[in-house]
Each structure stands twice: as C-alpha cells, then as structure tokens.
C-alpha cells in the first residue's frame, strides 16, 4: 500500500497570512477613516451651504414681499386721494363710500385712513363750519398746543383697527407725520413717515404701545365742476403700526425660521419701525442678512436673523454622521463581495422569468393578432356574399318598379303613384347603401395596382359623369393644374367621385353649386389635392369624426347618404400611404384634402418596368 503524499505547510505560512489580513484591515480602517473625515469635511460645508442658501432665500423672499405691500399699501392710497380730489364738494357720506372698500383684511396692520386739511389758528372757526355742514355734525377741532404756524387737523376718518375716530386731531403734535405730510405736498407724491407713537395709541399703556408710521398722499382737485379745480386740498393718511404690519405681511413667509427687524436708515442711524420675533430661539452664531426696501422719499432696510429652525431636521451632529458613515463603508466592504455574487444571480433569475414573460406576451399577443386578422377577413367576405347576394333580388325589385313607373304609373292613382315612387326610391337608397358596403369592405383588402394617374383627366371623367346630360342648374367649377401621380387609377377614381359627389350633393336647395380642384406639391415629395364646395360645411366639432363608417355630420339628414362615403376616402387613401382631412372654407362650405405621397423607388421601378412592358 503506497502512503498517500503529505503536504507540508510552511511554518511562516500562517503568520504570513496573518499579516496580509491585518495589512487589509488597516487599509480598510485606513479608508473608512479618509472616507469619514472626506465626509465629515463635505457634510459641513454642504450644511454651511444649505444654511446661507436658506437665509438667503428667506431674507430675499421677506424683502420682496414687504417691497410688494409697500407698494400695494401706496397705490391703495393714492387711489383714495384720487377718488376723493375727483370730488366736487367732498362730503362725509361721499369720503365713506369711498373708503368702504378699506378694511384689516385688505390693508393689515393699518389701524386707518383720513383727510387731513391743513389752517392756521385764524381759519380754524371757518374750517370747523365748512366740515360740520360737509355731514360732520359733531366735528370739534382740536389744535395742538405750542403750533401756531399752520395746523393739520383730521376732518374725516375712517378707523380699521376699532380704535374709535380720529376727527379733530391736530397731526402737527406729531412732528414725524407732520414732517411726512410736508414731504408729501412738496414732492406731489406718496410721502413716508419716521417711526413715532401713533396718536391713537396715547391712551395704550406704554410697555404696550408700537412704534408706527405714516403714508401721506397729497390731495389735489381734479373735478371739473369744482371751483378749485388743481388745488390743493389735503392730504390722505394711513397710520401703521410697524409690529402689526410686519406680523399680517410676512407671518406665512417667515413662520418661526426668522426674527424680522424693520428700520428707516433715511438719517443714516438705522431706526426702528418694527420688529417681529418668533417664539424659536434666535442663532446667535450666525450672521444676520440685510436687504433695502424701497419706500416712498425713504430709505429703509430689513434685516433677517435666523433662528435654530431655519434648517429643521437636518441639524445632525458631524460626530454621529461620521461615526454612521464610518460603520457603513465598513459594513459594505465586509458584505460587497456576498452581496455582488447574491445579485447577480437574483438578476439573471429575474431577466429569465421576465423574458419567459415577455416571450408568453408575444405568443398571446401574435395569436390575438392572428385571430383579429381572420376575424377581419371572415367579416369582409362576410360583407361581399351579402352584399353580392342581395344584388340581384335588388335588382329585380328596382327593374320592377321603374317598369311600373314608366309602364303603369298614368293608370294609378296619385296615391298609389306616391307608393310606388316610395317603393322606387327605397330600392335606390338600398342599392347605394349594399354598393357603398361592398366598397368599404374590399377598399383595405383589394389589390393596390400603382402606375401613374393623370388627375387632369380622372378629374375631368369624373366631373362628365357627375354633371354632364342633367338639367337643371348647371355647377360652377373651378380644376386648376393638376399633377400626375402615382397611385391605383381605380381607387383613385373612387376618392374623387365621392368627394365631388358630396360637394354637389349637399349644397343647400336653391344655390348654385360651386366647387374648386387644386393640387400643390409637398416638400417632402407628392401631392396634397384640394375640393373646395360652397356646401352646408361642417361643424368644428365633428371635423375630426366624419371619416368614421356610419358617421353623418349635424346638418346632413335631410339629404340621402350611407356615412360610408368619406370612410371609403380614407380607407384609401391611407392605403397610398397619405392622409385625408377637411377645415372650413372661407365665406361658407367646407375644404377636403387628401395627399398622395411619391412612390418610394422600388415602387417607382416596378411601375416603369410595367409601363414599360405594357407599351411593347
């Protein structure tokens, strides 16, 4: 017996190993450590990014929408002054009609609108009267002490915030309106107050009250009744509070992400106008964001500081995203090459059961095919033996009855004459519907024999036949040049006929009819042929219906048709490979359309090679 061999492992074979495991644990460790410091360097920039993109966002999105309500808020103003300048003799009943429309939730944070006029301490006892006879019964001018210059005294007002009326207060004790009012007359346009204590708010404890301001529009005459026509009149003010104002304007856009702070820097030293604090604690860390609001002859500025939520939910500490990164690349090297084997065949068992699928759909797909197909055929066989069948019997019967027409028809009575014609037009109508039927059927399965159609002259056989040896009114007919094409004659012959038989047809009793025939080349090759008729047209609703079988437009009942016409046209017509359409025709009627495309150059060789041999 021969000992089996033995094999000797070197001694320093398992160190060896050792090593290389631990040389590619260290690698390992040594790319999860890069991988994770790569990841923790990019996790904070990119929340840096994040950060500033949303205070951007946020701050942008604030200015824009305080600018828009400034602007709102002015040409709500100038309105007012506008309507009430337009005013003959203002009035009070008028000045409430005309600020009706003003209320908190059109203008928040406005606590209300009113006329100021301006007099000095002699005019007072004359400006009273003139405004207690204007609807102001109960007016009581009240000038501020230590002015006596020129007083500007609120004659009429209309309160938003339910404050109670402002009538009779002098807006010279406050010198920022005053100043704003001055402003405003000056420059003839919207003026902007400083921030100051509304006057209304004088009775609101003090840790209550907000700073507020003003928008002043100057009041000119402009009636043309009116004695002082250009004057000046006034002023229309609105009083805000700057709290209340920011709270309505910028609550949705700002939410609890940002404070807001509102400030006139029109003097150089930002002042406050308002400041709206949400409940979330303001990020000390970060730099606020400053913006410019244009406003009226001043220059203001908001400015955006964040809170802790303005990047909520992804505020993760980089210790635990490093940390879960680190575990992860480590968990994936570990199972990569598991995972990769376990894939790829999950992937091959999944391509093969979809592409047993896939070859399952197409055999269902190709014996549903191949059914439709004899379903089809068996129905356009079905369609010739009844129409063929029913030929002949129609036949005698029509034979019949125009015989009795002509042989019979003096030796009836009227009556009976009537039925006869009945009987006689019944067989014709039969005869055109079981033709028509017989035509739609073998229209998509005859044999096309292309060679080359000279339209000029099928239009001209089919225009003898349509209207030659009638009485009657004879039609207007306009052919213009006309291409030769390449195409079955036949078939060809048949889209013709029925589009000019229904131009002639369905032209409403007493008008002349009235057809166009047009050929225009395309640039992609082929032709595209027009019949233009002066007919009933076709509504824009069924333009794109009228080529099913058995569809007759609104209008068409009182003329004798199948509904099979126009489908016989298409069905044709798509077999030569064009398309087939109509539009309306201008001044009345309706514009068909067919194109017949070039041959393609096989079929334009067969062709010449027919002609050809057609010619020897």
């Known amino acids: 017996m021969i000992p089996a061999p033995t094999v000797q492992t070197p001694a320093g074979g398992a160190p060896r190993a050792r090593g290389r495991r631990s040389r590619i644990v260290v690698l390992v460790v040594a790319l999860g450590m890069i991988g994770t410091v790569l990841a923790v360097g990019a996790l904070r920039r990119a929340a840096e990014d994040r950060f500033d993109q949303a205070l951007e966002q946020r701050t942008t999105m604030v200015a824009r929408t305080l600018t828009a309500e400034m602007r709102r808020y002015t040409t709500s103003l100038l309105d007012l002054a506008a309507a009430v300048g337009a005013q003959a003799q203002l009035s009070r009943p008028e000045f409430d009609a005309i600020t009706a429309a003003t209320d908190r939730q059109r203008l928040p944070g406005a606590t209300g609108v009113a006329l100021v006029v301006p007099a000095t301490d002699p005019e007072i006892p004359r400006v009273q009267a003139a405004w207690r006879r204007a609807g102001h019964p109960g007016l009581r001018l009240q000038p501020a002490p230590g002015h006596t210059s020129e007083h500007l005294f609120v004659v009429l007002n209309r309160a938003i915030d339910g404050s109670g009326s402002a009538a009779g207060q002098d807006l010279a004790a406050a010198p920022e309106a005053a100043a704003a009012l001055s402003q405003a007359r000056e420059g003839h346009q919207v003026a902007v107050s400083a921030s100051y204590r509304l006057l209304q708010d004088a009775a609101v404890p003090h840790e209550a009250q907000q700073l507020g301001f003003a928008l002043a529009a100057p009041v000119y005459s402009t009636s043309p009744s009116a004695s002082d026509a250009g004057q000046f009149r006034g002023w229309m003010v609105m009083a805000l509070r700057g709290g209340d104002f920011l709270q309505e ?60 939520l303005v990047l909520a939910g992804t505020a993760l500490h980089l210790d635990v995203v490093a940390a879960l990164i680190g575990t992860l690349i480590t968990a994936l090297l570990a199972a990569l090459t598991g995972t990769v084997v376990s894939s790829r065949d999950r992937a091959l068992r999944r391509v093969d059961a979809a592409t047993a699928a896939l070859r399952d759909d197409i055999n269902r797909r190709e014996a549903v095919e191949q059914q439709l197909r004899r379903r089809e055929e068996e129905l356009v066989g079905f369609a010739g033996v009844v129409a063929h069948d029913l030929r002949s019997p129609l036949a005698r019967i029509t034979g019949y009855a125009d015989f009795l027409r002509e042989e019979a028809a003096p030796r009836l009575e009227p009556e009976h004459r009537e039925f006869l014609e009945r009987l006689y037009g019944g067989a014709q109508r039969m005869q055109s519907l079981i033709d028509d039927l017989l035509n739609y059927a073998t229209a998509d399965n005859r044999t096309l024999r292309r060679t080359e159609v000279d339209l000029n002259r099928l239009v001209a056989e089919v225009i003898r036949d349509r209207v030659g040896g009638t009485g009657g009114q004879q039609p207007t007919i306009m052919i213009g040049p006309l291409p030769g094409v390449d195409g079955d004659p036949v078939l060809l012959r048949q889209v013709v006929d029925n589009l000019v038989g229904n131009a002639l047809k369905y032209t409403p009793a007493g008008q002349q009819p009235c057809l166009e025939i047009t050929g225009t080349a395309l640039e992609a090759g082929g032709w595209r042929i027009e019949i233009a008729d002066r007919g009933i047209g076709i509504p824009a609703a069924q333009r794109a219906t009228v080529f099913d079988p058995f569809i007759r437009a609104d209008g068409s009942q009182p003329y004798h048709g199948t509904g099979l016409g126009l489908a016989i046209v298409h069905r044709i017509i798509e077999r030569h490979g064009g398309e087939v359409g109509v539009r309306e025709n201008p001044g009345g009627g309706s514009r068909f359309w067919f194109t017949v495309p070039a041959a393609p150059p096989d079929e334009q060789s067969t062709a010449t090679a027919e002609r050809t041999g057609a010619a020897r």
């Open 249 to 308: 304007a910028i609550s949705r856009i700002a939410g609890e992400t940002v404070a807001v702070t509102l400030s006139d820097a029109s003097n150089g030293v930002a002042t406050p106008v308002g400041r709206r604090l949400p409940s979330a604690a303001i990020d000390e860390s970060r730099p606020a964001r400053t913006l410019p609001i244009p406003v009226p002859q001043r220059t203001w500025q908001v400015t955006v500081a964040p809170t802790e």
